[in-house]
């Protein structure tokens, strides 16, 4: 919301840099990725809702929600350019955190070794 809100704003070239395809592309792919995570998050609940097996949905909707944050972030970062590091713009401290979710409070890796194990079927590795 903050790289929409800021590529239709900062006006350069009389003209927002949100009407230019480099910038508009990787807020669209962000925007995309994060609806993705969002609909695996609604099949991990609609699935608890029903008591019936979520594991597998719920560890790929923490995967690619953690995936399209870190995504959104940089993009983020990206459009605001130098003035994605001002801290008046709240953007560099969001960049920051939303590595967090990656690692916490499930890491990736043991997202992946869930999926190999319970939904590939190969070998527990740990």
Same mark, same amino acid.
């Given at each position: 919301e903050?790289?929409?809100r800021?590529?239709?704003e900062r006006i350069v070239?009389?003209r927002?840099?949100?009407s230019?395809?480099g910038?508009? %592309?990787?807020? +669209? ?5 994060i609806e993705?995570?969002?609909?695996? #998050?609604?099949?991990?609940? /609609?699935?608890?809702?029903a008591?019936r097996?979520?594991?597998a ?7 690619l929600?953690?995936?399209?944050s870190w ?10 350019g130098g %003035?994605g590091f +001002?801290s008046?713009?709240?953007?560099e401290r969001?960049f920051?955190?939303? #590595?967090?979710?990656?690692? /916490?409070?499930?890491?990736t890796?043991l997202?992946?070794a869930?999926?190999a194990?319970?939904l590939?079927?190969l070998?527990?590795?740990?």
């Amino acid at each position: 919301e903050r790289a929409t809100r800021y590529a239709g704003e900062r006006i350069v070239f009389e003209r927002p840099i949100g009407s230019n395809q480099g910038v508009q %592309f990787p807020i +669209a792919e962000a925007f995309i990725d994060i609806e993705a995570a969002n609909l695996m #998050r609604y099949e991990a609940c /609609a699935r608890f809702d029903a008591q019936r097996p979520c594991g597998a949905q719920a560890n790929m909707a923490k995967h690619l929600a953690a995936r399209a944050s870190w995504q959104a972030a940089n993009v983020c970062l990206q459009t605001h350019g130098g %003035f994605g590091f +001002a801290s008046e713009y709240d953007v560099e401290r969001k960049f920051r955190e939303t #590595r967090l979710y990656q690692v /916490a409070p499930i890491s990736t890796n043991l997202i992946f070794a869930y999926v190999a194990e319970h939904l590939l079927g190969l070998p527990r590795s740990y």
